[in-house]
Nanobody, 124 residues
Framework: QVQLVESGGGLVQAGGSLRLSCVVSGRTFSNYLMAWFRQAPGKERDFVAAISRLGGSIYYADGVKGRFTISRDNAKKTVSLQMNSLGPEDTAVYYC?????????????????WGQGTQVTVSS
């Protein structure tokens, strides 16, 4: 069984920064592509960023390119999301996800494990 636990969410003013972390326990962390998704109230869960098993390939949603940075530390079984220049539109619950299949995906259904989520609120 794989467990994902997110942390680092909170309340920040527009223009500020937050760093989210996700610690993974269970099976070999480097077997999984890791991703972050977010879900705003009343909206679907959307892809934010993903990083391949060894970190060699990184993918971002258009709306976060240049502001967010995803990284991973396989020794610590951790994936992080550095979020800069935050705006109210970034307010959402952020979820960490793990995918065992080869290749990346922006689809929720193609991820095998999920964390419980961490709330990010950006005030204007």
């Amino acid at each position: 069984q794989v467990q994902l636990v997110e942390s680092g969410g909170g309340l920040v003013q527009a223009g500020g920064s937050l760093r989210l972390s996700c610690v993974v326990s269970g099976r070999t962390f480097s077997n999984y592509l890791m991703a972050w998704f977010r879900q705003a109230p009343g909206k679907e869960r959307d892809f934010v960023a993903a990083i391949s098993r060894l970190g060699g390939s990184i993918y971002y949603a258009d709306g976060v390119k240049g502001r967010f940075t995803i990284s991973r530390d396989n020794a610590k079984k951790t994936v992080s999301l550095q979020m800069n220049s935050l705006g109210p539109e970034d307010t959402a619950v952020y979820y960490c996800a793990a995918r065992s299949a080869v290749g990346s995906s922006v689809l929720v259904d193609e991820y095998d494990y999920w964390g419980q989520g961490t709330q990010v609120t950006v005030s204007s």
